[in-house]
């Protein structure tokens, strides 16, 4: 036999012993794959079925692997819908590489008896922080500060307006979970204080509990949404919450875009009604409504909050580990909710 023989014997025998393995599929490469690279997924556990590097047409991609798929990992951009689930009789579980799970149809997991894990708490501190950096840029006016440098009009037009003090204002954060919860541990150090607004009253924590979120704004100078979408939050901040916020208030959003009305959020923004925001996340990413794009009061952020390749590093480890855990018939790492 042939070097090259050998090798083509190895890569088949490798083959045919990945087509054993049980089959996880993605149907478009979520972006920790895309960016640590594939090689750092690899299991003796399980498989990878790329929908994408398959040259047939889906819905035949799919009727061929239907029965052998027990596993799907996806991301926001790639929905796991009843229509889907359907197709797949043997899906068992649903890992998504993010921590939002609005993409996934849960009743219809839970229905079919289907466990679902999410990033868990691996993207709390790098969201806490991108809302911190949003918050300081938009109230010392950051962005704009170093337009206005390297435009040349600080030395034509003289000194660039005064921005304002984080400290001692009142602080609503709108969902107290991972993320939340590392941004008030963030905003207490900078002597603010804090109250929040959220499913239920939490006991683990002391800050003042506002059930209705207007509330919680009329009390507040700044709001940082850190919630999830759900039907609930659909378009939570609308122009009766941001008025309630008041003119120089501030509305910072690293949950999904859809939590707050964009319309209305934009309508306010040009209409003076509140101070400013600093959004990473949108209705219909990647459109950005053009009126943000023209207001200096505005900091605008690519859906990037929770993205670093430390916090890829750790989810890589944790959608490897679930994967594990659940073909191994172990507790899974970061259960949404259990089979
Ligand atoms: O937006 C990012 C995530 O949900 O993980």
């Known amino acids: 036999m042939t070097k090259s023989q050998i090798m083509d014997t190895e890569i ?27 090689h750092s997924f690899s299991s003796p556990k399980f498989n990878f079925l790329k929908a994408w590097e398959s040259p047939l047409p889906l819905h035949q991609f799919l009727s061929t692997y239907a029965h052998s798929v027990q596993a799907i990992l996806c991301s926001g951009y790639s929905p796991v819908n009843e229509e889907l689930i359907r197709q797949l009789p043997s899906l068992r579980l649903v890992v998504t590489a993010s921590a939002g799970i609005n993409h996934i149809d849960l009743s219809a997991c839970w229905r079919h008896g289907i466990a679902v894990t999410n990033a868990g708490s691996v993207f709390s501190d790098d969201g806490a922080d991108a809302a911190i950096g949003l918050l300081i840029a938009v109230l010392r006016k ?3 500060a170093d337009r206005y440098v390297r435009r040349g009009l600080w030395a034509k037009e003289g000194d660039f307006r005064l921005g304002s ?3 001692g204002k009142r602080v609503g954060i709108v969902g ?3 993320i939340g919860s590392e941004v008030a541990k963030r905003i207490e150090a900078f002597g603010c204080s804090i109250s929040y607004n959220s499913r239920k009253q939490k006991a683990s924590v002391s800050y003042p509990f506002f059930s209705d979120v207007c509330e919680l704004a009329a009390n507040s100078d ?13 378009h939570l901040i609308n122009r009766q919450v941001l008025l309630a916020l008041g003119k120089d208030g501030v509305v910072i959003n690293v949950g999904r875009g859809a939590i707050i009305d964009e319309k209305e959020l934009v309508q306010c923004l040009v209409q003076g009604e509140i101070g400013g925001v600093g959004l990473d996340v949108f209705e219909n990413e990647p459109d950005v409504p053009k009126e943000l794009l023209e207001l200096d009061n ?3 952020s690519p859906h ?7 916090s890829f590093m750790d989810l890589c480890r944790l959608v490897v580990g679930n994967l594990e ?5 172990k507790p899974l790492l970061s259960p949404v909710m259990a089979e």
């Open 142 to 144: 950051i962005s704009a």
């Open 222 to 234: 700044i709001l940082i949404i850190c919630c999830g979408l759900t039907e609930q939050t659909h």
């Open 304 to 310: 990037r909050a929770v993205f670093t390749p430390e």
């Open 12 to 38: 088949q025998l490798d083959h045919r012993k990945s087509q054993q393995l049980p089959q996880v599929l993605v149907l478009k490469p979520p972006p920790v794959l895309t960016v640590i690279g594939e």
């Open 176 to 178: 107290l979970g991972g």
């Open 165 to 167: 003090k984080l400290g």
């Open 298 to 300: 505005v900091v605008l």
């Open 325 to 329: 855990a659940f073909f191994s018939n």
